[in-house]
């Protein structure tokens, strides 16, 4: 974890301590807040060792350090309760975070420099227009490609489109007889056949026969296929793109048929010894040993017909991307297949090959319950970005008319950029693990922690730094002595900590909490401190320290896929 002040409190209490200096960064922590001090050390867990209280050990190092008389770092060494806090003398360690910033080195990932990253996201059946249900899958995924990018990585993102399936079949079945089809229609008429697949138990078998001839290889019902597949991608893929989203590889479920490849899967699995015929006649894998469902260790991989389900075509693609030999392997799927994930890479690892790291999520719900597509019971992503830019436009008139700024004319791409920085930030603010209960009124609302907020508290910052020249040198940061200032520096130094976090557990939420914070911050100094009337001896440095937070500010929204305008 990259943090000067860790760094060099580490430094210095390994000098006094049996722990090595990585050791006794990994069990620092924050306080919270700067009463207690700079940094805490905890030393609850090094009672066992030692067998001493926690209030003892601290009490040790305190004194152990204080006679340390080479070290100039601690202001003052505090004891609370197993706690040593300690307060820090500010102005060598503001003198390095200028070098630090001024080296470009405020985040540093080496072991991510160059490397190739592949992310699978999204994979939207294509079906229908995308309901903001799915879209959360593509922001988790969007984020975490621009967040590896932003690391120097290479990262290859993969679109998995399932062409093959029983919901493309039953489109294929209600629409191979009208020539001309509009991706605005397939919503409608994909519930309107489940409709009748409900009462018209005939419509299943005639849906299964087009699956079988289109697996057998009759080219007439693959073009059917192929014709609404395309039309549906081609329609989604539009709505990402204009929010911002894309994709650089189409792998499609139907070339793992048509080229024998499932076939040759499931030969290998066979010589597991851990497939079998079951009594109606499907070919399922027997997954006993890794204890993932002890109710139902069983994933079935063909229909009774042997024609191959969603997993086996899965299982098919999941090693293609294994041979890519990715340094990372990362897809992204719903809390609804957190159990089929699994299923899925304990079939790999029966076939010795390394399984992909799979980021769930909750749902986002509607206040009454479930999205669903089959239902037509769906907020659209496009639908939402419409009004949502509608709201935006109306949004910045009457700011610009309450500031006696006249109603004028805002920049063309302003309401986008607020808008979708909107809409992403309602559901990338939320951590993985919970459910987004979606409210329109709450996407819309664009005060308190908002992507808006920031974007604003950014727009600010640029303003306060336009035809600014930016000299200043190690020495004049040591005029910084408000303690809005270090509490600031405190917090922008966090900024590496908190990617490295998300690099292992995909939670953007500690991002916009971090962007959110840094802001408030920012607001409470530019509220108490003159930054651009401020007097010469203090002006240089905390210009300097305002654009820090710009840049930050820019980088983390980026991160989020939010624009950051420099105009509001």
Known sequence: M??????????EIAKVSTLSASEIHEKLEQPPSAEMGDVSFPCFT?????????????????????????STLFKELKVVGGYLNFYLNTSELLKEFYD????????????????????????????????????????????????????????DVHYFVNDIGMQIALLVYCTKDQSDIEFNQLLSLYVAANEELKNNPDVKDKVFDLLHRMESGDAEVFSHFSRIVNICVMGQMKIFNEFGISYDQYDYESQYVQSGKTDEILSSLHDTQRLFEDEEGRLVLNLQEFKINPENPYLPLTRQNKTSLYPLRDICYNIDKVKEN?????????????????????????????????????????PDGKMSTRAGQVVLLEDLMNDTVAFAKSTI?????????????P????????????IKYSILECSNEKNVIFDRDSALNFQGNTSVYIQYSYARIQSMLKGECLNICQEDMIALTHPFEWEIVKKILLFNPTLEGITNDFNFSSLCSYLFELCQ????????????????????????????????????????????????
């Open 100 to 155: 630090l910033v001024s080296q470009g080195l405020l985040v540093n990932f080496p072991k991510y420099e160059g490397k190739k990253i592949l992310i699978e996201h999204t994979s939207v059946n294509p079906n229908a227009s995308p309901h903001i249900g799915r879209a959360r899958n593509a922001l988790i995924g969007d984020a975490s490609v621009r967040l590896f990018r932003f690391l120097g990585c290479d990262v």
């Open 46 to 70: 090094l009672s066992r060792v030692l067998k001493k209280a926690p209030n003892i050990i601290a009490e040790e190092l305190r004194s152990q350090l204080l006679a340390e008389a080479s």
């Open 397 to 409: 008139s009457k700011h610009r008319h309450s500031n006696h700024r006249g109603e004028g004319s």
């Open 521 to 568: 911050l920012f607001s409470r100094w530019y509220k108490e401190c003159p930054i651009k009337n401020a007097d010469d001896s203090i002006r240089g440095p905390r210009l300097f320290l305002a654009s820090v937070i710009a840049n930050i500010i820019r980088n983390g929204l980026n991160i989020l896929g939010i624009d950051a305008p420099e105009r509001i």
């Open 326 to 366: 990715a340094y990372r392997n990362i897809v992204v799927l719903g809390e609804d297949q957190r159990l089929y994930g699994r299923q899925i890479n304990a079939a790999l690892n029966l076939l010795g090959m390394e399984s992909p790291e799979i980021i769930n999520y909750s749902f986002v719900l509607l």
């Open 411 to 422: 920049d063309e791409l302003l309401p986008k950029q607020l808008a979708y920085g909107a």
């Open 2 to 11: 990259n943090n000067l002040i860790f760094d060099r409190v580490s430094a």
